[in-house]
């Protein structure tokens, strides 16, 4: 399964970053897309996701600061970060799958991710 996060980078506290996901079409359409962070020296943790129909969950660490928003056409799925922290510092992940593979991170792949680095 191809999964290509992009739009990471180094940026101030209490600034944005916009990080995007493309995946394939017959994954976008079946899968509940979810983004993950994971922290240096701590396990990967599920930050936000979003159901085909639109529907969204959030972390609590990170709800009313983070957007998760999908483009069907496009197959992508968005997370627009505002007011970051610099506990978000991490490499960021997307994957889809079923509520049950989201939680459990169960997964047969992963992509490459891209790394937000948050500076004081």
């Known amino acids: 399964v191809q999964l290509v996060e992009s739009g990471g980078g180094l940026v101030q506290s209490g600034g944005s970053l916009r990080l995007s996901c493309k995946t394939s079409?017959?994954?976008?359409?079946?899968?509940?897309m979810g983004w993950y962070r994971q922290a240096p020296g701590k396990q990967r943790e599920l930050v936000a996701a979003?159901?085909?129909?639109?529907?969204?969950n959030y972390a609590d660490s990170v709800k009313g600061r983070f957007t998760i928003s999908r483009d069907n056409a496009k197959s992508t799925v968005y997370l627009q970060m505002n007011s970051l922290k610099l506990e978000d510092t991490g490499v960021y992940y997307c994957?889809?799958?079923?509520?049950?593979?989201?939680?459990?991170?169960?997964?047969?792949?992963w992509g490459q991710g891209t790394q937000v680095t948050v500076s004081s």
């Open positions: 994957n889809g799958g079923s509520d049950e593979a989201l939680r459990r991170m169960a997964f047969d792949s």
């Open positions: 079409p017959v994954m976008f359409s079946i899968a509940i």
């Open positions: 979003i159901s085909r129909f639109g529907s969204t």
